[in-house]
């Protein structure tokens, strides 16, 4: 079963530059669309960047764009997506989840569109709170 296990959060300055970090193991197809998640109480989880893992391929949330970037790094069978956040503002407060879509994947910009209630396995979440 693939597992997710994310890292990083916690409080922020506004303008700060915090690094979330995911570490995804147990996966058997590389075509895989990783993706995080943000959630504040009362509203839906909002997706803000994806990444196809066979490329690299990247898409964003126009929330995201130009502030957040995602990467990732593979080692020892287990692939790390890591969400470099910057530019920080109050509105980004809220629990960031990792999150994977195991079935065939093709971009990023496909990935972007898969919904939210059809990625297959999340992780617990990392609270980030900017003040």
């Known amino acids: 079963d693939v597992q997710l296990v994310e890292s990083g959060g916690g409080s922020a300055q506004a303008g700060g530059s915090p690094r979330l970090s995911c570490v995804a193991s147990?996966?058997?197809?590389?075509?895989?669309?990783m993706a995080w998640f943000r959630q504040t109480p009362g509203k839906e989880r909002e997706g803000v960047a994806y990444?196809?893992?066979?490329?690299?391929?990247?898409?964003?949330a126009d929330s995201a764009k130009g502030r957040f970037t995602m990467s990732q790094d593979s080692a020892d069978a287990k692939i790390t997506v890591n969400l470099e956040m910057e530019s920080l503002e109050p509105e980004d407060t809220a629990m960031y989840y990792c999150?994977?879509?195991?079935?065939?994947?093709?971009?990023?910009?496909?990935?972007?569109?898969?919904?939210?209630?059809?990625?297959?396995?999340w992780g617990q979440g990392t609270q980030v709170t900017v003040s």
């Open positions: 990444l196809y893992t066979l490329s690299g391929s990247t898409a964003y």
């Open positions: 147990g996966y058997t197809d590389s075509r895989i669309c």
């Open positions: 999150a994977a879509y195991l079935r065939g994947a093709v971009s990023g910009a496909w990935c972007a569109d898969v919904p939210a209630r059809s990625y297959n396995v």
